[in-house]
């Protein structure tokens, strides 16, 4: 049986709406972060839009997830690998505004973390 690893394992929406990418951005280690990028790559994931700038069902790419619980290693890697898939990075990652209508700044800053 042949499962397609891209819909089914590495773009699969959870009970929440959210995928192991999402969670992964901002409750996890970097390295889950990082298998997780390097299994995109093998099964040829639209890197940029299905991985980098996708949004969960409330509207919150791994960008805002990652500031919002203060992961900053996986800040970090996420603007890296967001210059190397070319994202426009001050309004797809700085300036792009969430569910709640608040850019990734406002989200850390609701928190009190400082960058």
């Keep these: 049986m042949q499962v397609n690893l891209k819909d089914y394992l590495l773009l699969a929406k959870g009970f929440y709406g959210l995928t ?33 700038l996708a949004k969960s069902f409330d509207g919150l790419p791994a960008w805002d997830r990652a500031a919002w619980k203060w992961k900053k290693e996986n800040l970090d890697t996420l603007w890296c690998w967001g210059k190397g898939v070319q994202v426009n990075l001050k309004y797809d990652l700085l ?19 400082r960058f």
Excluded: P
């Design 20 to 52: 192991a990418w999402d969670r992964a951005a901002g409750k996890c280690k970097i390295e889950n972060l990082d298998t997780l990028w390097g299994w995109g790559k093998e099964v040829q994931v639209n890197l940029k839009d299905d991985l980098l």
């Design 95 to 113: 300036l792009a505004k969430g569910f709640y209508g608040l850019t990734v700044w406002e989200r850390a800053a609701e928190k009190c973390k």
